[in-house]
């Protein structure tokens, strides 16, 4: 055999040719453990060369051994191609029966290969080529990505690079590997472990909901693989799986920690035996009946509860992936809490926008980078015409399909409501930010004012959050006596404030009129993004448009949370108090009522607004009754009796 004197990197574009589909991924390692998948379409294959070698100086790099329907690297976005793949760990290509068309070293002493065919190949043959040859079984389901040649194997302090042995191997018939590879069985004439899909199929019924969606689409955040990959062998054994079908199954699950280590499948092994000693003598378990935990028996043996741990050699580290840094990240959860009327809606729409359009929020560094963003907005409580899209085309909305209002209600306490919102919604729309708006609206009938319960309605939503990948922005309004500590003065229990990671309080700056701020309470992620100041100012009313407004950024400011809890904007308390003089003055001229109409007119002469006198006249305790009929008809403006 001899290998081309073409760049050894060529030979992914040879591979990727054989196979049907619109995208081909490219995967890479950072060094902290950190996973990433790249697509790229099939007219820009060569894109994904020069991908590749840019990565590989740093990371180990990876392509998938055939194309996909859709930008995702899920099996059911898999094209079959017309290649057959097996990564053969130390089984030397140039000892094997059916030689590979292309063998790569991936490392020293352990190998890859490829077998050219001449219509596409399915799952199942793949998988019968790959026990028969004695490679690793775990190397032939659909999904799998293997190691790039020409690129360096960055595993070994060495970091020696992936070879090309060769590219001119042989190719095949499928028709004829057919017949030459046998199926798989085990001694008393079962198939080996069977298909991963077959025998998901055979216990889906058994399965509960999260274990059906993590099998099927699962969102795999790095550092919580051990903790699902247990759950999962676990549910598997309880409903009612052989030792052979819950390997089978779990491996080729993307929560499998082991599919990248020499021997991981002595170490999954070694997981099923620890998970099958807790479940001897167990049984199916039954729809519609749900187990008891060991700890909720009357009697309890404290023999056979099983404790795992996890020791931080063995955890994987994570970077916070931020949207805006110090302030909104990806499967975290942001809460911004304020007053009502001060402007907490209108400051996530702003933002909304720039997320949407793709570009950076005026404080942001030029070098974060940005790039436009789904937002998924659950406000049950404004007009989608007409409050909306008005404040988001006045604050420069362009791309209006990235935004979604959601209007109709779902509670987290009940399940029914969330599975359809998390099917219907979050599945259909992907959106990168989910904004609930006010989070007392979707908690249904837990007490906000009990931790327990807070906690655990918080928790749907933040479970929803890191398996779709998207930031959680909650909305509190704050108790009517807040004042001192901005991080108790959120409506509720301190739960809320003890589950978001980052805590954000709107008020009203103490000295500037009309400015509101935007100040960091709490930061369990990062150092506090300090303090910002905007305004919502007027713009002007055209023939079709009135009322118009557009948030104006104001820099850094110096207040801190606590020195803005309970302010009120300064201009407006001028505005209430010059109106409070109007209506006495107007009262000893008419002590019997005053003509509404006639005050509102004397106050547009001195700039007070109509809503400075409703809060004017509530303070002095009188009230708006009506006298007379017809043309008669009066509103008048009387002292309360109350």
């Known amino acids: 055999m001899r290998t081309t004197n073409s760049d050894p990197i060529e030979v992914m574009l040879k591979i990727w040719r054989k196979s049907p589909g619109k995208f081909f991924c490219v995967s890479t390692k950072s060094p902290t453990g950190k996973w990433k998948d790249t697509f790229f379409k099939r007219s820009n294959m060569r894109g994904a060369l020069s991908f590749a070698k840019k990565h590989a100086r740093s990371h180990n790099v990876y392509m998938s051994t055939h194309g996909f329907s859709k930008a995702r690297r899920h099996k059911e976005c898999s094209e079959d191609p017309c290649v057959l793949y097996a990564d053969l760990d130390a089984r030397d290509p140039r000892t094997l029966d059916i030689k590979p068309t292309i063998a790569i070293e991936s490392s020293p002493g352990r190998f890859v290969g490829y077998w050219f065919t001449d219509v596409p190949a399915s799952e199942d043959l793949n998988r019968r080529l790959a026990y028969y040859i004695g490679a690793d079984t775990s190397g032939w389901d659909r999904t799998q990505v293997l190691r790039v040649p020409g690129t360096r194997n960055h595993k070994y302090k060495t970091k020696p690079t992936v070879k090309l042995l060769w590219d001119d191997g042989p190719r095949y018939e499928v028709r004829r590997l057919e ?6 069985e085990t001694n008393d004439g079962r198939e080996e472990g069977g298909d991963a899909m077959d025998i998901y199929r055979k216990y889906e019924k058994a399965l509960p909901i999260w274990a059906r969606r993590e099998f099927l689409n699962p969102r795999v955040q790095q550092g919580k693989r051990s903790e699902v990959l247990w759950k999962l062998i676990n549910e598997c054994l309880e409903a009612g799986m052989t030792e052979d079908e819950t390997f089978t199954l779990c491996w080729h699950s993307p929560w499998n920690k082991h599919a990248e280590r020499r021997d991981g499948e002595r170490q999954m092994r070694r997981e099923l035996e620890k998970a099958i000693g807790r479940h001897i003598g167990g049984s199916i378990k039954k729809a519609g009946i749900k187990k008891k935990s060991i700890m909720d028996r009357e009697e309890a043996d404290p023999s056979k509860i099983r404790y795992e741990f996890v020791t931080m050699d063995e955890v994987e580290e994570e970077e916070v992936d931020w949207i805006v840094p110090r302030m909104v990240a990806r499967q975290q959860t942001t809460i911004f809490e304020g007053d009502p009327g001060v402007g907490k809606s209108y400051f996530l729409m702003w933002m909304a926008v720039h997320w949407c359009n793709g570009t950076r929020l005026p404080w942001q560094n030029k070098t974060d980078p940005v790039e436009p963003l789904r ?26 399909k990235n935004y979604v209002q959601f209007t109709q209600p779902f509670s987290v306490d009940n399940s029914d409501s969330i599975e359809a919102f998390e099917n219907q919604v979050l599945r259909k729309f992907k959106p990168d930010v989910v904004i609930i708006d006010p989070i007392n609206l979707y908690v249904g009938s837990a007490d906000t004012y009990k931790a327990s319960e807070t906690q655990q309605a918080l928790q749907v939503l933040k479970a929803l959050s890191e398996r779709y990948n998207f930031a959680l922005i909650i909305v509190r309004h704050l108790n009517k006596s807040a004042s001192g500590k901005a991080l108790y003065a959120g409506q509720g229990s301190i739960a809320f404030a003890g589950v978001a990671r980052i805590v954000a309080t709107i008020g009203w700056h103490p000295e500037e009129s009309d400015m509101r701020v935007v100040a960091c309470t709490k930061n369990n992620l990062s150092p506090f993004f300090g303090s910002l100041g905007y305004t919502i100012e007027a713009l002007p009313e055209t023939l079709n448009r009135k009322d118009r407004s557009q948030l104006v950024y104001e820099g850094h400011v110096d207040y801190t949370s606590d020195e803005i809890v309970g302010t009120t904007n300064q201009k407006e308390e001028g505005s209430v108090a010059i109106a409070m003089d109007l209506i006495r003055e107007m009262l000893k001229a008419s002590p019997d009522g005053i003509n509404y109409h006639s005050l509102i007119k004397q106050a547009d002469t001195r700039s007070i607004s109509e809503a400075s006198i409703r809060k004017a006249a509530a303070s002095l305790k009188m009230k708006k009754i009506i006298r007379g009929r017809g043309v008669k008809r009066t509103t008048l403006l009387v002292m309360s009796d109350e």
Do not use: F, H, Q
């Not at 017949?179 to 798989?184: E, N, R």
């Open 375 to 400: 937002v998924l907005y659950c406000d049950m409580e404004n007009s989608a015409g007409s409050v909306t899209k008005v404040r988001l085309n006045d604050n420069g909305l362009k791309n209006g």
């Open 179 to 184: 017949k030459i590879i046998p199926k798989v």
